[in-house]
């Protein structure tokens, strides 16, 4: 209980707008954002300030989300790597958190964790995982036995070998499925809006956004944007990685 | 050595004047809100006792309650309160739970769907009046440790609406005039208007309609339903900036078996948070939802709903031109 | 950002108990629930959720099926031709990135909420990993063996069909699969837009309760690793012989 602390200063006066507050609308006097218009170059031109948090959850989101996701995936190849019998679990059970739709993710873990940014980074790490565990075994499965021999016999450990050897050589295989995972992350944290994560979600689905297409195009715009360019950073990140290997990877 | 201790007297001398300056801009700015004639008219003062304590503003999933959160959260904030906005929860029952679980401090309900979504009450058994029917609630609240503050000036009601063509090409004034008709037409609405005896239960109930179709929609797309003909019926409110500025598309049904009972806005929060929070919680929320007469309302509805501006944008505006901040 | 993240997250694991258990998410399954949110109605039950689980099957069927119709042919042909592969690889990528929730706000403010608005909305979801995988799939065939058919004198199109397509089913199948998580996904929140599918008892916890929520999202599991199952099935069928060896 707080003490008798000064309290804010009784108001005056009940709240009383002016009569300037109040605007005349009609039917044929509505702005174009209040018809079904497809866009509204003029509204978006004067609101285009009000993505910019909503962008800047987004990018945190996808960020700590891909990271988390990569850690975890990646701490799961390197358990499975020497023990042959954890992959099929490991793959299956990763496969079924990617083959769940993340709406039902998200909506399970609500009453668990709250509603929060950290409900929705549970759910969209959760997503990756399969994508970058498979892509990670798949780049070591794909080194060649002559080159870990070849380590072997100059007298490197196998842990000298994994660090040293395989993974650089798995590297790209590994940046293809961050490039999956990361696109995917960016579609998929739209939903975060309803964990109560934020995000350009926000600006599809609350506010009124919903019968909004101008709201929606720049939302799903600024995502899609935001996506692809991810995946370029990450394609030129591959490409630099393996100076040998040229031509597209699906 | 004399132009020294000048020089020392005038350095003390502008120290005193910044040191005093500075002491009468600190008890200004403490009252700096105030722009009007009268000292503090209407102001909301930050008294940093609040700052102790934090308060997470909900909503449910409309403009409308965007708003009122909004409106309240940066009330509460100006009076020097931490505050936090989680706006869009859910529909009524999972705000309610929010609260009742400490996940959201409080959040604006309107009185009659507490009576009859929270706590089973017929609509016929709703007060008319806005001060009954809070009391009312309030006490029904208080059986669940939470606590209802006094209510706002305006009141907002479900509604059966249509396209004024279809209204005129079946001459439909009141929801009764649908008898008969109803069977070949379909109900868009909220997915709680399924089991809310002030929406399709209700209809069901005591107007005896039968709808060919209840298709479930988000409430942001119950004009859109109408617009784009896939909707005969649609449910809406009656606070919806939509009916005045587009009076020549759209129209209400009046309810005469009066099954959707209007209510005004009343602020729900958990007992033991009202307490910590201090008097300034129930104060701010009072003071500041006092302008929120119905034409206010419908101004900051038409505001977001209509010219896409964003809740907190609308909710700024009231409270400045209020007169409530500066 | 908060730093002490991971603190966070495993706090909010114990912060509150969930209300629903696999056991009452069973029982709302098979049997209509009295759920205390609805006020006396009944929710769930067997015949609720064959009609919610039909439905997201009929729009994902339908969806898969046009998106195949469009993409397939394209995307094999472009394959076999060698041609537009900054088209057929880019239109995969952006495909991804497409949030599936802007799609189906566009498309119930644009279009109009439906059963067959939201189809084509799906459909344009799927087109892309299965026109990707179609021509990656056909690009990757040993041009020896397309070379050794083109001289045995087979027409174009018999060396698409008999020769490239059989080497590139698991590769075009890996894009189906795709294409059918992706669908499936977004049928799932098909009910923002007033077609019910499973999505519903997920969403709208104030209808069907913490158990209503559970019984969707382990519907909506169960309906996506059941279609997945059931192409891996499909693919091995159609796979060849010699080709099941080598791709182990």
Not at chain 1, 136 to 151: E, F
Request: with cysteine.
């Amino acid at each position: 209980m707080t003490g008798a602390a000064a309290l804010a200063l009784p108001l005056a006066k009940a709240g009383e707008v002016g009569e300037g507050f109040f605007h005349e609308r009609s039917s044929e006097t509505l702005p174009c954002q209040a018809t079904d218009k497809l866009f509204c170059f003029d509204w978006a031109k004067e609101n285009i300030g009000r993505y910019g948090t909503p962008t800047v959850q987004h990018l945190e989101l996808v960020a700590i989300s891909v990271l988390l996701g990569f850690a975890i995936a990646f701490a799961f190849s390197l358990l499975a790597h020497r023990r042959p019998w954890l992959r099929p679990p490991l793959l299956a059970g990763t496969g079924i958190l990617y083959t769940i739709p993340s709406i039902a993710f998200f909506f399970l873990l609500l009453p668990i964790t709250g509603r929060g940014r950290e409900t929705a980074i549970i759910a969209l790490s959760a997503y990756t995982l399969q994508i970058i565990y498979r892509n990670t075994m798949i780049g070591l499965a794909n080194v060649p036995t002559a080159v870990k021999d070849a380590a072997r016999g100059m007298g490197l450990t196998e842990r000298q070998i994994l660090w040293k050897v395989e993974l650089p050589l798995a590297t790209p295989e590994i940046v293809a499925g961050l490039r999956i995972a990361t696109v995917s992350t960016v579609a998929i944290a739209t939903l975060a809006v309803f964990a109560g994560g934020g995000g350009l979600g926000t600006q599809i689905y609350g506010q009124g956004n919903i019968n909004f297409a101008t709201s929606i195009i720049i939302a799903g715009g600024i995502a899609i944007l935001m996506a692809l360019a991810f995946d370029a950073v990450l394609l030129i990140t591959q490409r630099l990685t393996t100076p040998w290997r040229r031509g597209a990877q699906a | 050595m004399r132009t020294t201790t000048r020089g020392a007297r005038a350095a003390v001398a502008v120290l005193l004047a910044l040191v005093l300056s500075l002491g009468v801009a600190a008890c200004g700015s403490s009252n700096d809100e105030s722009t009007g004639e009268e000292e503090g008219a209407g102001a909301i003062v930050s008294n940093p006792e609040n700052g102790k304590v934090t308060l997470t503003i909900g909503s449910k999933n409309f403009p409308e309650q965007e708003i009122l959160g909004e409106i309240y959260a940066q009330a509460l904030k100006a009076a020097g309160y931490k505050v936090k906005s989680d706006l869009n929860l859910g529909s009524e029952t999972v705000a309610h739970q929010a609260v009742k679980s400490g996940a959201t401090s409080g959040y604006p309900e309107y009185a009659s769907t507490a009576l009859t979504s929270f706590f089973g009450i017929e609509p016929e058994e709703v007060p008319a009046g806005a001060q009954p029917a809070y009391e009312k609630a309030k006490a029904e609240f208080e059986k669940e440790g939470l606590t209802a503050f006094p209510p706002t000036p305006f009141a907002s009601a479900n509604a059966v609406g249509t396209l004024k063509k279809t209204a005129e090409e079946r001459e439909l004034k009141t929801v009764s005039d649908l008898e008969g008709q109803s069977e070949e037409m379909t109900l868009y609405g909220s997915p709680e208007c399924r089991q809310r005896i002030d929406c399709l239960a209700g209809l069901e109930k005591y107007y005896g309609l039968k709808f060919k179709s209840f298709t479930p929609v988000d409430i942001g797309l119950r004009y859109t339903v109408l617009e784009k003909g896939q909707a005969d019926l649609s449910i809406l409110f009656t606070t919806d900036p939509q009916l005045a500025a587009e009076k020549d598309k759209f129209v209400i049904l009046e309810d005469d078996k009066h099954v959707f009972p209007a209510g005004n806005v009343i602020f729900v929060t958990k007992s033991s948070v009202a307490e910590k929070a201090g008097p300034d919680y129930e104060k701010t929320i009072v003071e500041v939802q006092k302008g929120l007469t119905l034409p206010v309302m419908q101004e900051l509805d038409a505001r977001v709903e209509l010219e896409k501006q964003s809740p907190a944008k609308a909710a700024a505006a009231y409270l400045k031109e209020a007169g409530y901040t500066g | 950002m908060s730093l002490p993240l991971l603190p966070a997250l495993a706090g909010r694991l114990f912060t509150v108990p969930p209300s629903a258990s696999f056991g009452g998410a069973v029982e709302f399954i098979f049997t209509p629930q009295t759920s205390n949110v609805t006020g006396g109605k009944t929710v769930g039950g067997l015949s609720q959720v064959v009609e919610l689980t039909l439905t997201q099957l009929e729009v994902t069927v339908l969806a898969l099926a046009l998106s195949l119709a469009v993409a397939l042919p394209i995307g094999l042909y472009l394959g076999h031709r060698g041609k537009g592969e900054f088209l057929a690889i880019g239109i995969g990528n952006a495909g991804r990135a497409v949030p599936e929730l802007a799609l189906i706000a566009l498309m119930a403010t644009a279009i109009g909420v439906g059963v067959l608005n939201l189809t084509v909305a799906l459909a344009v979801l799927g087109v892309p990993p299965i026109l990707t995988n179609a021509y990656v799939g056909v690009r990757q065939v040993d041009r020896s063996s397309v070379d050794a058919a083109r001289g045995m004198g087979m027409s174009e199109l018999e060396i698409l069909r008999k020769v490239e397509v059989p080497l590139a089913i698991p590769t075009i199948f890996s894009g189906i699969r795709g294409a059918t998580i992706a669908i499936v996904a977004t049928a799932t929140i098909a009910p923002l837009a007033g077609v019910l599918t499973l999505g519903d008892f997920i969403i709208n916890q104030n209808v069907y309760g913490d158990d209503g929520v559970v019984a969707g999202a382990m519907l909506v599991a169960f309906l996506a690793l059941a279609l997945e199952f059931s192409l891996a099935g499909l693919q091995r069928l159609l796979t060849s012989k010699g080709l099941k060896v080598s791709t182990a």
